[in-house]
């Protein structure tokens, strides 16, 4: 049975267009869309979609500087001014038209996704063009303006008293900002599973990074070794995370769904198919509806920059987390959308097909580096006083 959700979805999501040769184009929000269209799930019964008002001034103020927003407003009315001070007109971060008015409508996709869960009219939403988690409050980067996780995060802490919200982050790229947002605050438990900053971009996110001061134990950074497949996320993920969850009970939850560590993402180099990831989204609604959230989950589609793997890597997700059926063959519209529309070449199956990872090359290699990896973020939790619930697991 198909569980209950919200689509957040806007046509002026386009706008947010960083340039056609720049990884960050329509193209790889378009394609998933219609995908999501095709299969006819945004006119499911249980399905609700819900337009986007943009995010108020006060709102992007809960996290970003006055600084930086008001530099936002200025060079989206001077498309040939930069200030790379905070990160814009940078190559990873170019100013383009409408850049301040597109980016407050990312954030407000996220809110408004957030207060419909938070008032009852759904229980799990999606906001496809979310999860910009690399912004700083007074900085650009990482293709990312307005971070709007944080500031939602910044905004139930404020309108409806929420003491404890988790964070998780699968996107290749580690979630630096938001994580950095908290890193001296136990009121967000942040989480992010991504591939080793010693190979990616943005460099941070090594197993010892585990938060300051009132957050010392509430960031929790697992790297991944390049390569890294399936079978072996799934039993890093399964050792440590839920154990975690339980003990902090969170409230609500954001699930930041980056679609780069599947195997054909251009910019990521772990070998991740979609069967991962339609796992990832069933697990994180147990784990959600076994908690003080009672379901609370709020999806953010965060990075991924091959059209075809995003579209099947997010609809793969939601139907994990929807209890959604995924059928066997792509639909033949969509297949004919992605090569007219844009020269793309589409999957004609969702899912791929399962990877061996002994045809991975250096796979004993990669499985002793993540178990590396962990052993150092164990041996850090393990210090502090914060997880005593979970010690038997954390000594192990």
Request: charged fraction near 25%.
């Amino acid at each position: 049975m198909l569980e209950e959700a919200g689509f957040i979805w806007s046509n002026r999501y386009t706008e947010f267009n960083l340039g056609d040769s720049h990884p960050m184009n329509p193209r790889r929000l378009i394609v998933p869309y219609e995908l999501f269209n095709s299969f006819g799930i945004l006119k499911a019964t249980d399905i609700q979609i819900f337009t986007p008002s943009p995010a108020t001034d006060s709102e992007i103020l809960l996290f970003h500087t006055q600084k930086f927003l008001d530099a936002m407003k200025e060079l989206s009315d001077d498309e040939g001014g930069y200030q790379l001070n905070l990160g814009l007109g940078s190559g990873d971060c170019p100013v383009f038209p409408e850049m301040h008015e597109s980016s407050r409508l990312i954030a407000g996709g996220a809110l408004e996704g957030a207060r419909r869960i938070q008032n009852g009219d759904v229980k799990h939403a999606f906001s496809l063009l979310g999860g910009l988690h690399h912004a700083f409050s007074e900085r650009a980067t990482g293709f990312c303006y307005y971070n709007d996780a944080a500031i939602t995060m910044k905004y139930l802490q404020k309108e409806y008293g929420i003491e404890r919200i988790l964070y998780i982050d699968t996107d290749v790229h580690a979630g630096d900002g938001v994580l950095d947002a908290f890193y001296k605050d136990k009121s967000v438990l942040g989480i992010s599973l991504h591939e080793s900053p010693q190979f990616i971009f943005p460099g941070t996110g090594y197993s010892n990074e585990i938060g300051e001061e009132d957050g010392v134990g509430y960031s929790i950074n697992m790297p991944l070794y390049p390569g890294t497949w399936d079978d072996l996320y799934i039993k890093i993920f399964e050792e440590i995370i839920p154990c975690l969850w339980k003990s902090y009970d969170p409230e609500f939850v954001i699930w930041q769904c980056g679609a780069d560590g599947h195997f054909k993402d251009v910019l990521g180099h772990l070998t991740l198919t979609t069967h991962l990831y339609q796992y990832l989204g069933k697990r994180m609604a147990e784990l959600t509806e076994n908690c003080s959230a009672k379901g609370k989950l709020l999806m953010l589609g965060g990075g991924g920059y091959n059209p075809d793997s995003v579209a099947r890597v997010w609809f793969a997700s939601f139907a994990g987390v929807t209890g959604l059926e995924i059928p066997i063959e792509s639909p033949i519209g969509w297949i004919e959308y992605c090569q007219k529309e844009f020269g793309i070449r589409a999957s004609v199956n969702v899912h791929d097909e399962p990877i061996d990872p002994k045809r991975i090359e250096q796979h004993v290699l990669i499985e002793e580096a993540n178990n590396q990896y962990l052993q150092v973020l164990k041996e850090e939790l393990r210090e502090t006083t914060v997880w005593n619930d979970c010690n038997e697991i954390l000594k192990e």
